[in-house]
């Protein structure tokens, strides 16, 4: 069990380009990076495209004025002249940013945190790794629900054996907020995400499927997708050729099938996401909207509620508790957790620790850059009239 104490020698001093007063994400990943006062420690931001917006908002975090900087460039130059200059930098601007943000930082000698999808191209994906390599940091993805502790707990039973040989994966990340299409006018948060210039080839397969399709292969211990075939639609029709609906099958190398349906006009439903890994002895779920529950189905026998925070569930999903199972924990938990792995990796990275960084389970770059595959292989197959697409 976490309750707090220090897992590394001293908090990461962290940076923010974005998450400003209108971003729908900033104050996520800051709740997930300060819960812990031992993991990262906020000293600058360039938080705001309009720069005096940017100051305000800054100030009333708390941050100190003269580290409060009008774009990523000036803050990476500046605080390198500084003895207690960022560590780390996080990326939470719209996605057409993300590269050429992440890209500048590694060569300022940062460690990244950044937004997913990752880039636009699997190209700019492998760029960037190689990029990291050669600079010994590391780039972390903020899959959000990722941290929640019941996923580790589905991967360990998977791999353990009790679901026998997994057959078929059932995902589905939906909600009905994108009915209402004022929304893409009125809400800067929204305007982006449905500007192909800003966003790439796809809206909500980026924008949510690609969280589900990082939980699902957590929760197999990273089952190798074949290919995919996509069907999309923009039901509001301006968002074309962008989708707000799309339908996925899924084929994997060891014969499994799978689905994924993702959507922002599900009319009347709250956001959710819904994963369920069927083996040939049994099958798990888990749902986000009720996160401190797994469902798991054995054939013939009674239907078992796993409940987190319990001594019966695994290690590893245990080590990631922090309130107790009497206590709900939800999202912001979740980003906790991740981001208190992102400290620990940073940390081992920082030291040359291979093996702590071995054994860490959290999405690293080369999740993120499965993700810029996923949307690819998903809008080419669309593209294409909805035939079956290699996931390379």
């Known amino acids: 069990m976490h309750i707090g104490e220090r897992k590394i020698e001293r908090p990461l001093r962290w940076g923010m380009v974005g998450g400003g007063r209108t971003s729908n994400v900033g104050y996520k990943h800051r709740l997930g990076a300060l819960r812990d006062n031992t993991a990262f420690q906020m000293v600058c931001g360039a938080f705001d495209l309009d720069y005096e917006r940017g100051v305000d908002f800054g100030k009333n975090l708390g941050v100190d004025p003269e580290r409060l900087y009008p774009d ?6 500046e605080e390198a002249k500084r003895e207690d200059g960022i560590e780390v930098v996080d990326i939470a601007t719209p996605n057409f940013q993300h590269y050429e943000v992440a890209k500048a930082a590694l060569e300022a000698g940062l460690h990244v945190i950044c937004e997913k999808p990752l880039f636009f191209e699997v190209e700019q994906g492998l760029e960037i790794q190689k990029l990291a390599e050669e600079k010994g940091k590391l780039v972390c993805v903020t899959y959000g629900f990722s941290g929640s502790q019941l996923l580790l707990q589905m991967r360990h039973m998977v791999k353990t054996g009790m679901l026998g040989t997994i057959n078929m994966v059932d995902l589905k990340y939906t909600h009905g907020y994108g009915c209402d299409p004022t929304g893409d006018v009125k809400s800067e948060g929204q305007k982006w995400r449905v500007d192909s210039s800003k966003v790439g080839k796809a809206f909500v397969l980026g924008d949510l499927s690609t969280h589900t399709f990082y939980e699902s292969q957590l929760a197999t211990n990273d089952m190798k997708l074949k290919q995919v075939l996509c069907d999309r639609q923009a039901f509001v029709g301006s968002r074309y050729p962008l989708e707000d609906n799309a339908y996925v099958l899924m084929r994997y190398e060891n014969g499994a099938v799978g689905r994924m349906w993702c959507s922002c006009v599900d009319a009347g439903t709250p956001e959710t996401q819904v994963i369920r890994i069927v083996g040939s002895k049994a099958s798990v779920e888990w749902h986000d909207a009720q996160p401190n529950h797994l469902l798991y189905q054995e054939q013939g026998k009674p239907a078992q509620l796993m409940i987190r925070g319990n001594d019966y569930l695994c290690d590893a999903c245990n080590a990631d ?3 107790g199972a ?15 792995k992102f ?43 909805g035939v079956w697409v290699d996931f390379e």
């Open 72 to 77: 990523y460039k000036t803050m990476f130059a």
């Open 321 to 323: 508790e922090s309130l």
């Open 326 to 340: 009497t206590h709900v924990e939800g999202l912001s938990e979740s980003w906790a957790n991740i981001y208190l």
């Open 343 to 385: 400290a620990v990796a940073i940390d081992a990275k920082n030291r040359g620790d291979e093996e702590t960084l071995k054994n860490l389970v959290y999405p690293d770059l080369e999740h993120g850059i499965d993700g810029i595959r996923w949307i690819n292989a998903c809008a080419k197959s669309a593209d294409e009239g």
